[in-house]
């Protein structure tokens, strides 16, 4: 079906109801795999394919779909951005060597909006290029050509290990392990001591690992009133990077001079 707003775009959507040829989902709500708010009695989860090879979306497509998933396509990276922004999507399949926006930067933007899970499908099959895709954010990395009923296996485990930490409360960056429900957050040589107002400026970094927060930003979001000053972030984040490099987690406080800070992992 293409659709009426963007050239380029293919739904292939089941169980949704249409408006002016997007998917709209009712007003009511439930939890799908990832806490979007759909009907209840959860409908499949939404896969979105970026990929400018039709007849390797046309498989992509035919297989999720056998399996039970929706799916959504388009093959360029500036609209696998609008549609993962308007869909959300529960997961996205991406190719790298997409027009309009290469699927690095796609990746990179996507990791700076949250934490939709994304699989690579690629046919780079260099080291560099698999590293350098896990450490902006990838969840997995297939390369092409690619057994199919492999793809959407790797589809499915992905998405049950994103349901376990939505469900656990857990946030991972790099070594670092954050469970929000018991307010604890740990590296491989164990548990980390926080205050509270470290705790929390972590954990909503750790929530949108590699964007940057402004200070304001920040206290606005972490600190209450007695801390709300630009200066009193500075000295936390201070606190917070020594405490990490002493308990040796793979993330590092970024500095973005004149902005503010970002987690990334290393």
Same mark, same amino acid.
């Given at each position: 079906?293409?659709?009426?707003? /963007?050239?380029?775009?293919?739904?292939?959507?089941?169980?949704?109801?249409?408006?002016?040829?997007?998917?709209?989902?009712?007003?009511?709500?439930?939890?799908?795999?990832?806490?979007?708010?759909?009907?209840?009695?959860?409908?499949?989860?939404?896969?979105?394919?970026?990929?400018? /090879?039709?007849?390797?979306?046309?498989?992509?497509?035919?297989?999720?779909?056998?399996?039970?998933?929706?799916?959504?396509?388009?093959?360029?990276?500036?609209?696998?951005?609008?549609?993962?922004?308007?869909?959300?999507?529960?997961?996205?399949?991406?190719?790298?060597?997409?027009?309009?926006?290469?699927?690095?930067?796609?990746?990179?933007?996507?990791?700076?909006?949250?934490?939709?899970?994304?699989?690579?499908?690629?046919?780079?099959?260099?080291? =560099?290029?698999?590293?350098?895709?896990?450490? =902006?954010?990838?969840?997995?990395?297939?390369?092409?050509?690619?057994?199919? *009923?492999?793809?959407?296996?790797?589809?499915?485990?992905?998405?049950?290990?994103?349901?376990?930490?939505?469900?656990?409360?857990?946030?991972?960056?790099?070594?670092?392990?954050?469970?929000?429900?018991?307010?604890? =957050?740990?590296?491989? /040589?164990?548990?980390?001591?926080?205050?509270?107002? /470290?705790?929390?400026?972590?954990?909503?970094?750790?929530?949108?690992?590699?964007?940057?927060?402004?200070? *304001?930003?920040?206290?606005?979001?972490?600190?209450?009133?007695?801390?709300?000053?630009?200066?009193?972030?500075?000295?936390? =984040?201070?606190?917070?990077?020594?405490?990490?490099?002493?308990?040796?987690?793979?993330?590092?406080?970024?500095?973005?001079?004149?902005?503010?800070?970002?987690?990334?992992?290393?």
């Amino acid at each position: 079906m293409r659709d009426a707003f /963007e050239p380029g775009i293919v739904l292939a959507c089941r169980d949704v109801h249409e408006t002016g040829g997007l998917p709209a989902y009712r007003s009511e709500t439930r939890k799908s795999c990832q806490g979007i708010r759909l009907l209840p009695d959860p409908s499949p989860c939404l896969i979105l394919i970026a990929e400018d /090879e039709a007849q390797i979306a046309n498989i992509l497509d035919a297989y999720l779909r056998r399996a039970g998933f929706r799916t959504a396509h388009t093959a360029d990276g500036e609209t696998a951005l609008q549609l993962a922004r308007t869909l959300r999507p529960d997961l996205i399949l991406l190719d790298l060597n997409l027009p309009r926006r290469d699927g690095f930067g796609v990746l990179a933007s996507l990791r700076q909006d949250g934490h939709t899970p994304v699989i690579v499908i690629s046919a780079l099959d260099q080291d =560099i290029d698999k590293l350098t895709a896990l450490r =902006i954010g990838a969840d997995d990395y297939v390369t092409k050509p690619f057994n199919p *009923n492999e793809v959407v296996a790797r589809v499915a485990a992905v998405l049950r290990r994103s349901l376990a930490n939505v469900e656990t409360g857990l946030l991972r960056v790099g070594g670092l392990v954050l469970n929000s429900q018991a307010h604890e =957050i740990s590296t491989a /040589e164990g548990p980390l001591a926080l205050t509270p107002s /470290e705790f929390r400026l972590l954990e909503h970094l750790m929530r949108r690992p590699g964007r940057v927060f402004a200070r *304001n930003d920040l206290v606005d979001a972490c600190l209450p009133e007695a801390e709300a000053l630009d200066r009193t972030v500075d000295s936390h =984040i201070a606190n917070l990077r020594r405490k990490l490099a002493k308990a040796g987690a793979q993330a590092e406080l970024t500095t973005v001079r004149g902005v503010g800070y970002r987690l990334d992992a290393t």
